[in-house]
């Protein structure tokens, strides 16, 4: 599997080179005729067999300007056989337009009638017999593994032309009287070309399954934390529901945001979002916190989950003072009266994906709920803290008394306002300002 992987790895690399690349750039175009319109699985399967068409054409081709350059007039039906066959099999992108096994079907039947008549002329030494070895790989990649009996038939189709031929074909009885040596140039021909169809084909389905997984795998990381798509790739039938002690949960929103919405117009709100996003987003990684979600102007982040850190509170409490500060930046920038208020809590909480179709990481409990309600009482361009987060701050921090405040479904608590560090040294603290998730 890791000798797959990397050998992967190194066909992506060799892809991306310039010159490479401007080769297969109009060969992916030219795999893609007539898949249109169908499912991405489907499409891919066509395209796989789009290029084995291109490649047969190829082929046959090849075979014909062997026999027309081969003295006598008795390679000349050899000619037109094989012109024959590349003329019909260009037409298997068409034939996707029927369904998406007609292009299979229609190289299946056009080959096997072709070799078989080749055989005849030519009889088993050169080397016809050979190509109906593709049809042990061949279906499978053609047909789908959904229609195994399909490609099961044609499979054992090929193993019994291969044996018929060969049996029934001996050099006595061919139509043909060749020279020994053009037959053994052409059963090497026969040989190079079938070896040659299966591993390019393979080699091909191989590389549009891994650029597949590997687009999958850069989408579940947009959604899921890193370490939470490992766990579903090992075990995807899994549930993954964690309990973690120590968390610092963040929720900011922008205040004002409807009024500030409807002044500006949609493009410029989603053009503004996107733009607040990108940079919480980067903050979030510098500080080594997990961003949650965004809904709609609410952004939400934690410390500790899914994986455990160093000090999750004082990590988003330089978190929340950065985005005040990118805020403060974008103001200035655009001239656009943006506020955030963020609130902050820490506590243990619950984590898991939810769902099954468009599922996402959440994180909920009761410090995910206070974290939210400090925030909707927060003052806009402040960060508004539980006592718990200022008894884990109070060393590094400069934090304010906002007084007691009744807090649905908590109570009255003594709440603060973070104000900024205290002019201690990073190393102080344990903690580097811009240490890394660990």
């Known amino acids: 599997m890791r000798t797959l992987r990397v050998t992967a790895a190194r066909l992506r690399r060799l892809a991306r080179v310039p010159g490479v690349a401007a080769i297969l750039a109009p060969l992916g175009r030219l795999a893609e005729a007539g898949t ?17 068409a291109y490649l047969v054409i190829l082929t046959t081709v090849g075979f014909a300007l062997q026999y027309g350059l081969t003295e006598g007039a008795q390679y000349r039906p050899l000619v037109v056989i ?5 003329a019909v099999v260009a037409l298997v992108p068409l034939a996707h337009r029927i369904n998406d096994i007609a292009g299979g079907l229609l190289i299946v039947i ?9 055989s005849a002329y030519l009889g088993r030494n050169g080397g016809t017999p050979l190509m109906f070895v593709i ?30 031929t060969w049996f029934a074909h001996p050099p006595e009885l061919a139509l043909i009287r060749a020279d020994p040596r053009i037959l053994n140039d052409l059963y090497t021909q026969s040989a190079i070309t079938a070896f040659g169809l299966i591993g390019v084909t393979v080699w091909y389905a191989f590389r549009l399954v891994e650029n597949a997984k590997a687009e999958t795998d850069r989408l579940l990381r947009n959604i899921l934390p890193d370490s939470v798509v490992e766990r579903l790739k090992l075990r995807p039938d899994e ?4 309990t973690f002690a ?5 929720f900011s929103d922008i205040s004002g945001f409807v009024p500030l919405a409807r002044e500006l117009g949609a493009a410029q709100v989603v053009a503004l979002l996107n733009r607040i996003v990108l940079e919480f987003d980067a903050l979030a990684r510098r500080h080594g916190v997990e961003k949650i979600k965004t809904i709609g102007d609410a952004y939400m982040a934690a410390a500790g ?8 509170t004082v990590r988003v409490a330089r978190l929340a003072l950065d985005m005040l500060r990118a805020i403060e930046k974008l103001r200035n920038d655009t001239g656009i009266d943006v506020q955030l208020r963020i609130g902050i809590a820490t506590g243990p909480v ?19 709920n206070l974290a939210a309600r400090l925030e909707n009482r927060s003052t806009p361009g402040r960060v508004h803290v539980c006592p718990e987060c200022r008894e884990r701050l109070v060393t590094l921090f400069e934090l304010e008394s906002r007084g007691e405040l009744d807090i649905k479904g908590v109570g009255v608590r003594e709440t603060y306002y973070l104000i900024g560090p205290r002019n201690v040294p990073a190393r102080a603290s344990g903690l580097d300002e811009h240490s890394p998730l660990r």
């Open 239 to 242: 549930p993954i529901a964690d």
């Open 350 to 368: 619950m984590a898991g994906v939810i769902g099954s179709q468009k599922f996402s990481y959440d994180v909920w409990g009761d410090t995910v």
């Open 82 to 86: 094989n012109l024959v066959i590349a």
């Open 135 to 164: 049809g042990a790989a061949a279906p499978f990649f053609v047909f789908g593994l959904a229609r195994i009996g399909l490609a099961l038939s044609v499979a054992v189709g090929g193993l019994v032309l291969h044996l018929y």
């Open 110 to 118: 056009t080959e096997f009638v072709a070799l078989t008549t080749i």
């Open 246 to 250: 120590e968390t610092a949960i963040l």
């Open 36 to 52: 249109h319109g169908y499912a991405p699985d489907i499409k891919r399967r066509l395209m796989i067999l789009n290029m084995f």
């Open 305 to 312: 989950v899914p994986l455990p850190v160093e000090q999750p």
